[in-house]
């Protein structure tokens, strides 16, 4: 979070990649030139309905004029894990048990039954044979399990350049995230384990077309493999069970005969967690990502001085496959009994009354998954101002965006910011500055949909002052203040503003079986009652901030302090309090306020 939680709805700040609304980890950290955040009203105001929560601003590098530049990066990572549960042993855990039934047994003779003659509790620790040890395991799970490190490594080549006419800068990266769980060898011609590769590729243009027109064209795309189970959304918590929960003689992991220990008196929290991740297949999910923006921008200083204008248009793409082999994780199990030494088995009886034997594994194929494809189409138009008259400088601004994004088979999303901005500044002494974001959203209904946000802000550079000139330490010194409205429609659901029906069921209309009413029952779901005044989040934001600059900027940092309110906020009907005999979930409601409010302190140190 940027300066906290203000909202229990979706409290993720924006993150804009060359001005785009990109995920963060799609971008190549060698690729990066520059990272901001933006906090306060009036800096977020230009970035639409998504500032309310921060902007995260990330800006790639660009091509040069000059010769080739040619750059590579490898970095290596060795990963530890950092503290896992620790336990006793088989042979000292029984001996504390040992211990404490020879001191009860005044008051509990029956405890006997559980005693380990200390003969047959040395082979937990110190076993004959192969045969020993699985009778009597002494296992640690953290070693079967746990690797004591693994690496990971990142690489990367750029190439940056350029001639009067066109500069480029072009990457490419390949990541790869070893995984502290262990492979398991299951005996089965495959390897099961978890991973993640990928491999990103960048091209930055930009075009001097003629010497008033620029074309910048960013054409990026990344390739992503993570490797696991099948099965593992609903059963990822059995890798950590036998570390934490298994006692180290319950059973031995897998034995010599090949069957995977289980405990037939308590199968659910004794799982064995070596035979669920090397028998449920290798699940391959695969993202492809395609970004392509361009920007025109056009000087017309010709028309008007400082005038320009420029135009943006981007598509984003990304497919998401999964296929890999398919292994249904029916296995066979076994327990020893240390005390009889008897074999148990979970498996008897195959088919047709014949010994069972282990299915066979399938390999699955790795089709497009509809629901997690996503396309995006976004559109700018710009317009800028700037001039200088004397000692007064002035610039204005004026903006039209659109977003119109889906996943899968969905509706479209749409999202519309008409933006102005206007800003003054006498001397580089005294700075004023206002904002309009005139906001809308297809998630709120046509009374709603559209709303006005303003900010302004102002500030003060003291060190530009007269009076402070004899101060030679002091390089900069400002004082600024904001207050601003920003609105937020960052929230998971949509149609919240209409009614859901609901149908199926017949009236019966005789006593016989099927005399009923040919017509199917139509009725408003008890769960999605909707709600026409569903409308903006709404957050007030001021900030009063100090910036500085000390002895050639070997010191710089600021002070702030904040204050969010926001109110509106959409509380879900199933979170609200409302009478039984009401009937059905309540609407969700913008009855949410909460307050933030804190101090703020950074501190540079920039010494070459």
Known sequence: YIRGQSTWNNSDPLVLVDGMERPMNSVDIGSVETIS?????????????????????????????????????????????SKLASKYDAYDAIKVRNLAIERELGVSPSS?????????????????????????????WQDQLVRNSVMSYNGSINVAGGSPFVKYFTSIDYLHEGDIIKKIDNGKSYKPGYGFDRVNARTNLDFNLTKSTVLTANLAGSYGVKQDAYGQ???????????????????????????????????????????????????KTTTTRINTDFTLRQDLSKLLKGLAVKGTISFDNAFVSQGGIYDNGNIQQEYIDPVTGERKYSQYLGTNQFDWISPRWNPNADPVQNGSTYRKLFYQLQVDYARRFGRHDVSAMGMFSRDKYAAGS?????????????????????????????????????????????SAA???????????????????????????????????????????????????????????????????????????????????????????????????????????????IL??????????????QPATANVGTVRNKGYELELKVNKA
């Open 37 to 81: 955040v933006l906090k306060d009203a009036s800096a977020t105001a230009v970035f639409g309905v998504k500032g309310a929560n921060g902007v995260i601003l990330i800006t790639t590098k660009r091509g040069r004029e000059g010769k080739a530049d040619i750059r590579f990066t490898g970095n290596a990572t060795v990963k530890m894990p």
């Open 112 to 140: 006997w039954n559980s005693f380990v003659p200390y003969a047959e509790l040395d082979k937990y620790r110190n076993p004959a044979n192969q045969e020993e040890a699985e009778r009597y395991p002494n296992i640690d």
């Open 233 to 283: 959304d609903s059963w990822e918590y059995r890798i950590w069970q036998s570390i934490y929960n298994n006692a180290p003689n319950i059973y031995y992991p897998r034995y010599s005969d090949g069957g995977w220990g289980y405990f037939p008196l308590e199968t659910v929290s004794t799982i064995n967690s070596l035979a669920t991740m090397g028998n449920n297949g290798v699940r």
């Open 410 to 454: 969905e509706f479209e999303h749409f999202r519309e910011d008409w933006v102005s901005r206007v800003t003054y500044n006498y001397d580089l002494r005294y700075f004023a500055e206002f904002n309009g974001a005139y906001n809308g959203s297809e998630k709120f209904g046509p009374n709603y949909r559209f709303a006005f946000f303003p």
């Open 458 to 568: 102002v500030g003060w550079m003291i060190s530009n002052e007269n009076f402070m000139k004899n101060l030679s330490f002091l390089n900069s010194l400002k004082l600024r203040v904001s207050y601003g409205q920003v609105g937020n429609d960052n929230i998971s659901n949509r149609w919240l503003y209409m009614t859901t029906w609901t149908y199926g069921g017949n009236t019966p209309l005789g006593s016989s079986a099927g005399q009923n009413s040919p017509y199917t029952w139509w009725s408003e779901a008890r769960t999605s009652v909707g709600n026409p005044d569903i409308r903006w989040e709404k957050v007030e934001k001021t900030d009063v901030g100090l910036e500085y600059s000390l002895w050639n900027g070997l010191i710089s940092g600021s002070a702030d302090y904040f204050h969010d309110y926001r109110t509106d």
């Open 571 to 584: 509380l879900a009907g199933n979170s609200r309090s409302v009478p039984s005999y009401f009937g059905v």
